[in-house]
């Protein structure tokens, strides 16, 4: 369902992406990992059409990045890493507005806002403006609209960020049981969550892949946890 092909994307003198390629396919959960700076966000948002690469392409559900942005975006659903909302709208609102944008209309219109309600837990916040809420409702918010419209694909920039340990089992859980039916990117700092649903990892660093594989797969290569595996791949990049 995503196919990406020698992606590049520089900012001066800097390469953020350089040339990466792989493919992720519906019923996988890639773990999209790398140090500070690696070029994991800039690649999702090369991937979600909201920045052009200098070289390479990529489709999504057959839909080229470079050729047809519209569809790629309608194909997908996207939480940032910091997901921009307006802070005066309060959370029914937004919800309303990220409707009309999907043009999802009518009885569809508040079978999806009920479903997805429901899902991420917002019923409390439903009234509630989007600048009084904490972080971790803000992030369920954000992935609250990037589920709405019932997408092919995902792509999740840190989606617990900020979420405490039980709301974070929960969004775990939600991707564990969305999983079968979609294609997911999760991009994260948190390696545990890497192993709690992820069925394969990309790590990167400086722009280019270091390793391409399940999460086993990692740890019986070195020997070591993920964790400390994570650490020697990308150190040993730095040096």
Not at 42 to 49: N, P, S, V
Not at 71 to 89: I, R
Not at 152 to 162: A, S, Y
Request: proline share 4%; glycine share 8%; aromatic share 6%.
């Amino acid at each position: 369902m995503i196919s990406v092909k020698q992606l590049r994307r520089s900012f001066g003198p800097i390469v953020a992406v350089d040339g990466i390629s792989f493919d992720v396919a519906k019923g996988e959960v890639l773990g999209f990992l790398g140090p500070n700076g690696a070029g994991k966000s800039t690649a999702m948002k090369m991937l979600t059409c909201f920045l052009p690469p200098d070289s390479g392409t990529a489709t999504v559900c057959g839909h080229d990045i470079i050729n047809e942005p519209i569809s790629v975006q309608k194909s997908l659903g996207y939480l940032a890493e910091n997901a921009p909302a307006y802070g005066e709208m309060t959370v029914g609102s937004f919800l309303n507005f990220i409707c009309d944008a999907r043009e999802i209309r009518g009885q569809q219109r508040k079978k999806a806002i009920d479903k997805i309600v429901h899902l991420c837990s917002i019923e409390s916040v439903f009234h509630q403006t989007i600048e009084t809420l904490s972080k971790g409702y803000r992030r369920r918010v954000g992935l609250a609209q990037a589920l709405i419209h019932d997408p092919d694909v995902l792509i999740l920039d840190e989606p617990t960020d900020g979420l405490d340990p039980n709301q974070k089992h929960e969004v775990r859980q939600l991707i564990n049981k969305m999983a079968k039916d979609k294609c997911i990117i999760l991009s994260t700092h948190t390696l545990e969550e890497v192993e709690a649903v992820c069925t394969r990892t990309i790590i990167i660093a400086r722009g280019r892949i270091l390793i391409d594989a399940t999460p086993g797969e990692i740890k019986e290569k070195y020997q070591c946890t993920l964790e400390e595996a994570f650490r020697k791949i990308t150190i040993k990049q730095s040096d």
